[in-house]
């Protein structure tokens, strides 16, 4: 049994409050998704739970947790340094003891899976070396294997493929433990929690909500929408109606103290009746102070990330230059963007990933949207995308302006840098015009003032994803190459991405997971696999094989 009573965590860097005053008690069927904005606290309470004493390096916590015969499997955001530099074979005999393995279930899970024992087994293979996903489903096999009582899961849908999406979703709903998940995927909470904690942090990040409701996400999402909508309609309504009694009280106080100052002193009746009328009008404006008391008050909301990539067409850029007009696109429509053709994909000319032809052919602004497997080669293909566009642009001369996100992107971050600094450097910035310029544009990133000038290592993932979106959309590329871009957005901020990210007027490549991401904004939908190379699907046989 989990219960947690009164917690309190505090980052000790800034003292900044994440979970005040925090009791929660966890049942048998219980699957709690945590949701949150980036940096709100929802790894540190995972953390907290699974290791007190590691976590209390970095956080103060006070209040108890009460964990009574559990054992707890835990599967982290980041993985450590250490486990990645060991081969499979060496993270296997270091984390299971096989004269206690139930092989019934060890072999269950690796056909469910999918992963090949062999390289399991493998003495040469390293961690490092496995695609994203193929590191998760390793990792949550480890872990299940522990024979867990609780689950405690730090963004399990990472990188994962869109088939292992469905493993993992049938894994959450039919294991018969608790399990408690960190996820940015808006399917994967609406099909799997049964209960919801949302972390807030309100009035610049100064004070922190937690919500507890016994709903499922979209339920939630739902009741909330309604509820703030109720709000901020009898808000208004109060707000509009105490406003015209104030100014008509307003009015009369002038009027009855304007007479006060001009009656003649040879009227002493009309005197008194004026002093009495304005003796009735400041009780008046007592009881209207007594009712401003129980007037209905705004719910405070943490707003979500506003990316604005639309306003990448402004005309003015961070360094001032302006054109004549703003343009409708970024690309010209009649422009070929990319005509890609390969024999086959390969690793370094070594490794044969498949052994088909691949063609990829834009023209104009298009939005273009890559599934597959894990450890299919998609971020290969990504990488050699970019290449082949680079080259183009340094040949031609073209109007490119190419910006690269990566799927281990916080490597390119400088994580020594503040993010101020980093985006000065990265930008050119110098003058105090173009400092201001990058730090509005953090705030409207939800970031403090004390975020802007830390250390991006301290960071949490999420927010070292709005610094590089912040890069891109400041250098204002014209065309994106995404990698797993969606997979560090909080879904309450994932609707506004996807909304600014639809209107955005230059081409986008992705490889993305996200299966509403990819169903609202792709115009077309490639599928990479090895029987047919890269194949495009439509959006009727996407939605129906995979939301």
Known sequence: MLIISNLTIVLKKDLRTLIKDFSFTLNKNDKVGIIGEEGNGKSSLLKVIYNKEEASKYLEISGDIFIKDERIGYLPQVIKEDNLNLSLNELLNKELDYSSLDYKKYYQYIDKFNIDEDKLLSNKIKVKSLSGGERIKLFLFIELMKEPTLVLLDEPSNDLDLSSLNLLEDLIKNIDIPVMFISHDESLLSRCANKIIHIESLKSKSEPRVVIKNLNYEDYSSTREKFINKNIKEYNKDKENFNKKIEKYNKVYQSVNYALNTVSRSMPGAAKNLKDKMHSIKSME????????????????????????????????????????????????????????????KINDEVTLV??????????????????????????????????????????????????????????????????????????????????????????????????????????????????????????????????????????????????????????????HDRNFIYQVFDEIYELNKEDGLILISKEEFKKKYL
């Open 286 to 345: 007592k009881r209207y102070l007594k009712e401003k008391d129980n007037l209905t008050k705004k719910y405070e909301v943490e707003g979500g990330i506003n990316l604005k990539f639309d306003n990448i067409t402004n005309n003015e850029d961070i360094k001032g230059n302006s054109s004549n007009s703003k343009i409708n696109y970024l690309i010209d429509p009649s422009k070929i963007v990319l005509d890609f053709n390969l024999d086959k994909l």
């Open 355 to 512: 052994d088909k032809p691949i063609s990829l052919f834009i023209k104009g602004s298009k939005k273009i949207a890559i599934i597959g497997k894990n450890g299919i080669g998609k971020s290969t293909l990504m990488k050699l995308i970019y290449h082949r566009l680079s080259n183009i642009n340094n040949i031609n001369s073209n109007s490119f302006n190419i910006g690269y996100m990566s799927q281990n992107y916080e490597d390119e971050l400088l994580n020594y840098m503040s993010p101020l600094d980093y985006l000065s450097k990265e930008l050119d910035a110098t003058t105090k015009e173009e400092l201001t310029k990058i730090q509005t544009y953090l705030g409207s990133l939800k970031f403090t003032y004390e975020e802007m000038n830390r250390s991006i290592s301290s960071l949490s993932g999420g927010e070292k994803a709005k610094i590089f979106f912040a890069k891109l959309i400041l250098k204002k590329v014209n065309i994106m190459l995404l990698d797993e871009p969606t997979r560090n957005i909080s879904p309450l901020s994932n609707k506004s991405f996807i909304n600014s990210i639809k209107d955005y007027k230059g081409v986008i490549i992705a490889v993305s």
